[in-house]
């Protein structure tokens, strides 16, 4: 799992997904200055955070194209260049469209990052790995949104929230001169020898490679990225309004605010880390594939959804920020799960452009969730109706998968003998 270079490719994938929430997260700590300061509702608040989903959603799939294209090393190094300036550009903000403007530009920057993380783990990682090691390495996002409250709080209460936008913008420059500098685009001598033999024992190693439109249509491709859809609902609401949700219904200060957003993110990147392992595990103990990614799925996501209803129904600021930690702990340990599907079930030259689709479609829900939270606390006067929305979308996410996400079936030619459907938890009937 480590040497020969992966080492560095793990670390620097993990702080490039802590950048990427420290940076994405650092709105939403700043929010209640920037709606001060430019006059905003909640409403226009809300279409503030869903306009960097505008451009994300788009550039995830643009970033997968371009990771099977031109390399995920070369396309992530792109994206956060161009991310870490948009991010810096936010100071430049002048009223609702001009930061509206902004934010779809920085989305467009951040779109490529998960999809170029899980093309650089494809490329550097044997099959048995690849579960725990996109856990470890997309366990940075929940710790970048653990660390947004604190530095981003500090910065904005002590020298003002833009001077907090400046800092970040740099830190993120320096992590892509070390990434040009030092990480190489793909393994060789023994590391390589281990993929390509790894390969060799998967499912799919002898299937043919079909044009990237015959993936798109699979319905395991589609209920996939539906369920990933109900977990970034969830998750974009907590990530973007849950500070504000502090503030508004239990009346927190900004200074208690920033300590109390880091208790549910620290959980979420044990959570993420632990995901990958689990299923690796659970694949270890039965040898089925596609068992072991569905019953962390289903099980994790059912669990986080009952706590997020509890959540939106308690009155005690202590049990809502606890509830809200377990729901995040629980949708976390699903997060790795997503895309270790795909890797699965779609050969190597296809996972970029199957992913980044994945992920494009699971991103809408950034578009609509924050503004639809937004209008709903705006004419409601509380957030108990946006907590169980989105503890009944995570239900449905978790059925899908249940009952439509199976193996890709091989197609069928003139010499290609049948293949026996697989049941719903992945067994061959």
């Known amino acids: 799992m480590f040497g020969q270079g992966r080492s560095l490719v793990l670390v620097m994938l993990f702080l490039a997904g802590v950048i990427n929430y420290l940076d994405r997260s650092a709105l939403s700590v700043a929010a209640p200055f920037i709606q001060k300061d430019f006059g905003l ?20 799939f643009v970033g997968g194209w371009a990771a099977d294209r031109y ?12 991310w870490s300036l948009f991010s810096g550009l936010t100071v430049l903000a002048l009223g609702f469209a001009s930061l509206f403007l902004i934010r779809v530009l920085f989305g467009m920057g951040e779109g490529p990052l998960s999809v170029t993380t899980s093309k650089m783990v494809n490329t550097w990682y044997a099959p048995r790995n690849r579960a725990r090691v996109l856990g470890v390495s997309m366990a940075g996002t929940p710790l970048g949104g653990a660390i947004s409250g604190p ?31 030092f990480v190489k685009a793909k393994p060789d001598g023994a590391a390589a020898r281990e993929i390509e033999e790894g390969e060799q024992l998967t499912e799919i190693a002898n299937v043919p490679t079909q044009p990237l439109k ?42 208690d605010m920033s300590i109390a957003t880091v208790i549910p993110w620290v959980l979420g990147c ?54 809200v930690a377990l729901s995040v702990f629980f949708l976390y340990l699903t997060g790795a799960i997503y895309w270790a599907i795909i890797q699965d079930t779609v050969p190597a030259a296809r996972v970029g452009g199957v992913s980044g689709f994945m992920h494009f479609l699971a991103n809408t829900s950034g578009i609509v969730g924050p503004t639809v939270t937004g209008f ?26 249940a009952r439509f996400v199976k193996p890709i079936a091989p197609v069928q030619t003139e010499t290609t003998a049948p293949v026996a459907t697989p049941s719903v938890l992945g067994r061959p009937s």
Not at 296 to 305: E, I
């Open 71 to 82: 390399g995920a090393k070369t396309t992530l190094l792109v994206a956060m260049v161009l």
């Open 376 to 401: 709903i606390v705006q004419f409601t006067g509380a957030f108990t109706s946006a907590f169980l929305l989105a503890g009944l979308l995570t239900v449905v996410g978790a059925l899908c998968v």
């Open 151 to 181: 530095v981003v709080g500090i910065i904005a209460v002590t020298y003002g929230w833009k001077e907090s936008f400046i800092v970040i913008m740099l830190i993120g420059l320096v992590w892509a001169a070390v990434w040009f500098k």
């Open 214 to 255: 015959y993936y798109l249509k699979q319905p395991t491709v589609l209920f996939t990225a539906l369920a990933f859809f109900t977990y970034n609902y969830t998750l974009y609401f907590f990530l973007t309004w849950f500070p504000s949700y502090l503030t508004m219904a239990h009346g927190m200060n900004v200074k």
């Open 41 to 60: 509702s909640a409403g226009e608040m809300g279409l503030i955070f869903s306009s960097f989903f505008v451009g994300y959603a788009a550039f995830n």
């Open 270 to 323: 044990i959570g993420l880390a632990l995901g990958g392992f689990l299923s690796d595990f659970v694949l270890k103990k039965t040898g089925r594939v596609m068992f072991s990614r569905k019953v962390v799925l289903v099980g994790c996501l059912l669990c986080c959804a009952v706590c997020i209803g509890c959540a939106g129904l308690v009155s005690t600021m202590y049990s809502a920020v606890a509830l």
